[in-house]
């Protein structure tokens, strides 16, 4: 039996370089900690931006008034007395007006009534009725008549500032009015301007209207302030000159004033 002989190797690394190794890297790893703290505190970390408010901007509000005429208040003569505490007036009961059939009836033409034929099954309305030309709606809790409250040509359910005493008119009026402000709106082209500006912009203007019921003429009366929309306000009423304006209702022939009043308002599309 042969004896083999063992080699002994020393160790790679002594001790103390292990020892040192390790407090090495516990020094890096403390060393790394400290400046994340260190980094999260300082005051060259980069901050979110403070949202910027919005400054206010003052605008100026001008009111557009209604060019309808209000129904002119007005009865009968009434006696002057001390006034009376304040109540309300019902509403008048008006009746639409209608044709019948008659054996008196004229034969011509001029004869022919332009209202609408009563039913057959239809009361005939009190002597004393307030009978206009058309009826908005029948009033089922009307009341009686309200008692006037000043005399003259007019309504019992007028106000005082009313100037027209035709109930009918005062509506007829009205809707002319809205036709021929949707006439020239219909003609008018927004510009190309940002939404939240354009819907801010509005411009009046004061349309001429000649005898042969054509646009003689305009004038800006209040400018919106804006140069791209005043310019489009500017083209499309010099491009109504010499057109002729929708025919007023026939039995109100002439309800079209000389002057229109106009407002062209910024809309986004």
Known sequence: MTARAYEVRSPLF?????LLAGLLAGAVEMTLVLSMILAGANTLKVKAAAPVEPEPVPIKVMPVLDDAPLLKLGGKKVKTKLPDMWKKN???QRFQESSAPSMLAKKTPDAIPTSAL??????APPPDADVAKEVDQTLLDAGPDAAPTAEGEGA??????GTEADPLKARAVSQYQAKIRAWFNSRFSQPEIPCEELKQLSAGVAAQVGGDRTVAGFSISRPSGNASFDAKVQSTMQGTIGQDLPPPPPLYPDILGSVVSLRFSGQCP
């Open 14 to 18: 002594a001790p103390q370089e292990v």
């Open 156 to 161: 019992a359910d007028g106000v005082k500032e």
């Open 118 to 123: 009563a039913k057959p099954d239809a009361e």
């Open 90 to 92: 019902p509403p008048v």
